[in-house]
T-cell receptor, first 110, second 117 residues
Framework: TQLLEQSPQFLSIQEGENLTVYCNSS?????LQWYRQEPGEGPVLLVT?????EVKKLKRLTFQFGDARKDSSLHITAAQPGDTGLYLC??????????FGSGTKLNVKP | GAVVSQHPSRVICKSGTSVKIECRSLDFQATTMFWYRQFPKQSLMLMATSNEGSKATYEQGVEKDKFLINHASLTLSTLTVTSAHPEDSSFYICSARRAGVNTGELFFGEGSRLTVL
């Protein structure tokens, strides 16, 4: 099992603010994914990063994979209430099994 | 996009009974499916890897006789919780990988909430 620690665990912000969520591990990953999950539903894939130092953007979301492929960050610009949810990172050492991080629960208040 | 469906979405059973949860890939073939469980306000914990036509691989600490997994076809994997007890109550989620594609992308089902009385 490859442990992934996410921080912060909880984040409550006002609409329009920026935020960053971190995903850290002592393991090297061949692939790292970010998901968003709503209560009572399965996770939905946001992005997959595979190259160290890679940066991907998805509208107001910016994802970065660390140079050493041990960590990643998710930055949200001008957060909106629709961004509320549980954000999960998941890493794989061999493109096969993915292990999930501890999760970050985001609440964006209007 | 690829669709994965789980059934039932919710199930309530008495302690000691067995419950089967199905995971189907509706529009693609999946040689590999994964089963996770999620406790309230927590992340997903990988339970086992289900491979079509072969035995499932269980993660450390997961009882294979307690959580029976069958992956008899390229579109269906089942998880049976045997002799369920209240501590087995959880949200069980499956995911599937499209056969022949190695991007690592997983497609998740909607989840099945099990409550054991």
């Amino acid at each position: 099992t490859q442990l992934l620690e996410q921080s912060p665990q909880f984040l409550s912000i006002q609409e329009g603010e920026n935020l960053t969520v971190y995903c850290n591990s002592s393991s090297v990953f061949s692939s790292l994914q970010w998901y968003r999950q709503e209560p009572g539903e399965g996770p939905v894939l946001l992005v997959t990063v595979v190259t160290g130092g890679e940066v991907k953007k998805l509208k107001r979301l910016t994802f970065q994979f660390g140079d050493a492929r041990k960590d990643s960050s998710l930055h949200i610009t001008a957060a909106q209430p629709g961004d509320t949810g549980l954000y999960l990172c998941a890493g794989s050492g061999n493109f096969n099994k993915f292990y999930f991080g501890s999760g970050t629960k985001l609440n964006v208040k209007p | 996009g690829a669709v994965v469906s789980q059934h039932p979405s919710r199930v309530i059973c008495k302690s000691g009974t067995s419950v089967k949860i199905e995971c189907r890939s509706l529009d693609f073939q999946a040689t590999t499916m994964f089963w996770y469980r999620q406790f309230p306000k927590q992340s997903l914990m990988l339970m086992a890897t289900s491979n079509e036509g072969s035995k499932a691989t269980y993660e450390q600490g997961v009882e294979k006789d307690k959580f029976l997994i069958n992956h008899a076809s390229l579109t269906l994997s089942t998880l049976t919780v045997t002799s369920a007890h209240p501590e087995d109550s959880s949200f069980y989620i499956c995911s599937a990988r499209r056969a022949g594609v190695n991007t690592g992308e997983l497609f998740f089902g909607e989840g099945s909430r099990l409550t054991v009385l």
